[in-house]
């Protein structure tokens, strides 16, 4: 089956550590996405890849870090620097389209709900 | 402010009833894409739009871009009980193949 599979689905942390969002997918996509989504709010880009090895800043991206060392992986690492790190995680990937075309539509992970007391 | 907003932010139909959701923007949709999530999991993607003008259906949902491609809507006929969830509206504003999501519509289908 492909799919995106994101670990663990909850996750808890102690304010002040840092905490690894796994993301991973067999879709054979060049593109990653991250986004947090906050209850009563759209989501929010924090990083993307589109190809390995290169990354950019999303919207939000203060207070987060990632690595994208294989095209499968996108692991994304909020770290004590975030302030309001407690959020649902999205991760997406999709085919990266051509310059002169809308971007294809992204395929999202089941997500990671993170709580940081 | 948003960039795509979405109206209503919520909405209590019953069961066998038509609805229409809107997500809006002041600026050109180079593409405007509908998914559908249920609380605390991942998005479905529902439909692509890109031409001005388009319209898909997809069972009894139908979406539409106008000709301007700044508006869209999202319309469900007879609405069921598995129609229930949240709408999201996301859209490439700038040609920069990422997109921008607007802040939701929250669906309840009364039996």
């Known amino acids: 089956d492909g799919g995106i599979t994101q670990s663990p689905k909850y996750l808890f942390r102690k304010e002040g550590q840092n905490v690894t969002l796994s993301c991973e997918q067999n879709?054979?996509?060049?593109?990653m996405y991250w986004y947090r989504q906050d209850p009563g709010q759209g989501l929010r880009l924090i990083y993307y890849?589109?190809?390995?090895?290169?990354?950019q800043k999303g919207d939000i991206a203060e207070g987060y870090s990632v690595s994208r060392e294989k095209k499968e992986s996108f692991p994304l690492t909020v770290t004590s620097a975030q302030k309001n790190p407690t959020a649902f995680y999205l991760c997406?990937?999709?085919?990266?389209?051509?310059?002169?075309?809308?971007?294809?539509?992204?395929?999202f992970g089941p997500g990671t709900r993170l709580t940081v007391t | 402010s948003q960039e795509l907003e979405q109206s209503p932010q919520s909405l209590i139909v019953q069961e066998g009833k038509n609805l229409t959701i809107n997500c809006t923007s002041s600026?050109?949709?180079?593409?405007l894409y509908w998914y559908k999530q249920k609380y605390g999991e991942g998005l479905i993607f529902l439909m692509m739009?890109?031409?001005?003008?388009e319209e898909k259906s997809h069972e009894k949902i139908t979406a539409k871009l106008d000709e301007k491609k700044q508006q869209s809507s999202l319309h469900i006929t007879a609405s069921q009980p598995s129609h229930a969830g949240i709408y999201l509206c996301?859209?490439?504003?700038?040609?920069?193949?990422?997109?921008?999501f607007g802040q939701g519509t929250r669906l309840t289908i009364n039996p």
């Open positions: 890849s589109q190809i390995v090895n290169d990354f």
């Open positions: 600026k050109t949709l180079y593409g």
């Open positions: 997406a990937s999709s085919i990266l389209g051509g310059r002169s075309q809308a971007p294809n539509e992204q395929y």
């Open positions: 739009l890109q031409k001005g003008g």
């Open positions: 996301g859209a490439d504003l700038q040609g920069a193949q990422k997109l921008v």
């Open positions: 879709l054979n996509h060049d593109a």
